[in-house]
């Protein structure tokens, strides 16, 4: 099964597939402290950040969807990812069998804007492609995250984890109403 993966140019920003060329600034931004501590889970190195830079490859292959890597446009560069697919790791029937969200950009790109310009670029294709729920799971202290969810309609199903892994799932049943 061949599928390409869709270009989408925001006003300061290129969603593109992942390249070769791509790896290195992907596992830097996957395994910068900055970057890890509002993720769940244990830290990345080299060998996860790769699985899961070819597990994305095969994603779009298998399912249509996938994440893009994010491009500045005014300097080409890779700031991080965003996009969709499907978790492994089992949290309940209301969540497992959906698509997952994901948004990650390095740490200088943040508070600019960037990530939600990004995440509603993809949305709208997800909205326009693939309709229907999405799902995602975002750590309790991200609160940047947690806006940025609430802006893109997700709402919260309940809460996991423990101690200083405290995580919100939340599901999209679709684009936000006008509030």
Same mark, same amino acid.
Do not use: C
């Given at each position: ?29 996957? !395994? ?6 509002? /993720?769940? +889970?244990?830290?990345? +190195? ?16 298998? !399912? ?6 994010? !491009? ?8 991080? $990812?965003?996009?969709? *697919?499907? +978790? !492994?790791?089992?949290?309940?029937? &209301?969540?497992?069998? *959906?698509?997952?969200? &994901? ?22 294709? $997800? ?22 969810? &609430? ?5 919260? /199903?309940?809460?996991? +984890? ?18």
């Amino acid at each position: 099964m061949i599928r390409s993966i869709p270009n989408i140019n925001t006003s300061r920003l290129a969603l593109r597939a992942m390249r070769p060329e791509d790896f290195d600034q992907y596992a830097e931004i996957a !395994t910068l402290p900055e970057t890890l501590r509002n /993720l769940s +889970g244990p830290a990345w +190195g080299r060998r996860r950040a790769w699985e899961a830079f070819l597990r994305n490859a095969g994603h779009w292959q298998m !399912t249509g969807f996938g994440q893009w890597a994010v !491009t500045e446009l005014a300097t080409r560069r890779m700031i991080g $990812h965003v996009g969709f *697919f499907y +978790g !492994t790791e089992p949290v309940g029937e &209301d969540f497992d069998s *959906f698509p997952e969200a &994901d948004w990650l950009l390095m740490p200088e790109a943040q508070g600019k804007g960037l990530a939600i310009e990004a995440a509603n670029a993809a949305h709208d294709w $997800h909205d326009r492609v693939i309709p229907g729920a999405l799902v995602i799971r975002i750590n309790l202290r991200n609160t940047a995250s947690l806006r940025m969810a &609430d802006q893109l309609g997700y709402r919260e /199903l309940r809460r996991t +984890g423990e101690g200083d892994d405290p995580v919100i799932l939340m599901r999209r049943n679709g684009p936000p109403t006008t509030r």
